[in-house]
């Protein structure tokens, strides 16, 4: 019998796995796809010769992770690789606000009337920003808080909605950054714990910044998967789960899927049945014969851009897909250009990019008009440099991960008490009614991204469970 049986192969399976393999126990892996990655996969979508990241494609949360930066990933053939500037956010006169990894750069920025408000917002968390992430990551029970007086001084600035937060600025470019930076979890800026993701996303950039992975990034995918193996784990693809028998005697399962199909798999009823999920995404990836041609000289070096005119123009985007049921008719789009920094993704003097904006949960429109027409605005002439396109909506989201259930890759709504407390109202959120089941996906704290850290909080409580067995 097995100690451990991971199903699921995206980032939070995998670190799950090997967390699990590095304490000795005997773990197997089961992906239904053909190949490991999940969130964190590269395909030629467009023409041969592009690698596209079909998901995530920016890691600020990856290099920053805690899980990983205690793996020897580097030795796997993970290599991350800095723009110029991680994030820029231009403006439709052709200036930008930057996020770089110097404060006094980003403060600059701003503009003067907000420069030492934004210093005074951010200095005081960096000298513990590890201590601070990793507490921050490991709530609400896998680990006493190592630093507790700076965490409860960064509840204190994050909690409250983020447009609570913003009015210490006074001018347009810092509250239309951090905004485009609360939209990175597809939440309504007025939400709780909203100036928490904006916080945590500027913080993540000063520290280490937002890079990608060298050859995409599928490579953070194969790092773990080949620690993995190296540990003595197995990993199966190909391999679809439908019900518990469908895999190996074991003591423990560990589900990184969504909440609805883990209790479909698990007989569990509707256990989750108040889960709510999320705004979808709808992604356009791009074959270019060129660089974007941005107006503002910051974006053409960054690796990141966000797109919003302002932050009243970002606001009503969120409301009217997370709220309103609509697709906004100028959308907020976040956008990477890896081609500034790893020319190898696309043959010679061309690139691949993507954008996506948010739309209503299951929306079977199409907004790829809309989304070019809001980046013409900010890079005029950027329809003539597409030579191929990759659309997916919320339908073509849900079938290339099972896990963004109507296009929302959050895998749950990051809004209200759920942003906090996912995926039910409980001080064991990887645990189940069933005594073998957890859950560690992106349904799970600290939620959303490529850091691990929900496989990593997942595998905790399974070691010490089976530990109290032994």
Excluded at 169 to 189: K, N, Q, S
Aim: glycine share 12%.
């Amino acid at each position: 019998m097995l100690d451990a049986v991971v199903v699921g192969a995206g980032p939070n399976g995998l670190t799950a796995a090997v967390e699990l393999a590095r304490r000795g126990f005997s773990v197997a892996l089961f992906e239904a796809k053909g190949t490991v990655g999940g969130g964190s996969r590269t395909e030629e979508l467009t023409l041969p010769g592009f690698r596209h990241d079909p998901c995530a494609a920016a890691h600020p949360l990856g290099i920053n992770s805690p899980a990983f930066r205690a793996l020897p990933l580097e030795r796997y053939g993970l290599e991350w690789l800095h723009a110029e500037l991680p994030m820029a956010h231009p403006f439709p006169d052709g200036s930008a606000a930057v996020l770089s990894r110097s404060v006094a750069e980003t403060a600059a920025s701003f503009g003067p009337r907000d420069a030492g408000a934004y210093r005074r917002l951010v200095e005081p968390f960096l000298p513990r920003w590890d201590t601070l992430v990793r507490d921050f990551m490991s709530l609400p029970r896998t680990a006493l808080p190592r630093d507790p007086v700076t965490l409860a001084r960064f509840g204190l600035a994050g909690l409250p909605p983020s447009t609570w937060l913003t009015r210490r600025f006074r001018d347009e470019p810092a509250r239309t950054l951090f905004a485009g930076l609360v939209g990175h979890v597809m939440a309504p800026l007025n939400g709780l714990g909203t100036g928490a993701v904006g916080l945590v996303f500027a913080l993540a950039a000063h520290a280490r910044g937002w890079p990608v992975a060298r050859g995409g990034s599928q490579a953070v995918s194969d790092a773990l998967a080949a620690y993995l193996k190296d540990l003595g784990g197995a990993v199966h693809t190909d391999y679809e789960v439908k019900r518990l028998d469908d895999l190996p005697p074991a003591r423990a399962y560990v589900f990184d899927t969504s909440p609805t199909a883990l209790a479909r798999i698990a007989g569990l009823g509707s256990y989750y049945a108040g889960f709510r999920y999320g705004a979808a995404a709808f992604k356009v990836d791009y074959a270019l014969d060129g660089p974007v041609p941005w107006t503002a000289p910051e974006a053409r070096v960054a690796g990141t851009v966000q797109i919003g005119a302002d932050s009243v123009e970002i606001g009503a985007a969120l409301r009217a897909a997370s709220r309103e049921g609509r697709a906004p008719e100028r959308p907020f789009l976040i956008t990477v250009q890896p081609g500034v920094v790893d020319p190898g993704r696309a043959p010679a003097g061309q690139q691949v990019f993507w954008a996506y904006g948010h739309v209503p949960n299951g929306w079977t429109g199409d907004l790829t008009d809309v989304i070019e027409r809001q980046l013409e605005r900010f890079a005029p002439g950027f329809r003539d440099r597409v030579l191929a396109r990759a659309i997916a909506g919320p339908a073509e989201l849900a079938v290339r991960n099972a896990n963004y259930v109507g296009g929302d890759i959050a895998t749950g709504a990051a809004s209200g008490l759920q942003l906090l407390l996912r995926p039910r109202l409980s001080l064991s959120p990887y645990s189940t009614p069933h005594p073998a089941v957890y859950l560690c996906s992106s349904a799970t704290p600290p939620g959303p991204g490529v850091h691990g850290m929900s496989g990593h909080n997942a595998a905790k409580a399974v070691w010490r469970s089976l530990r109290g067995r032994d």
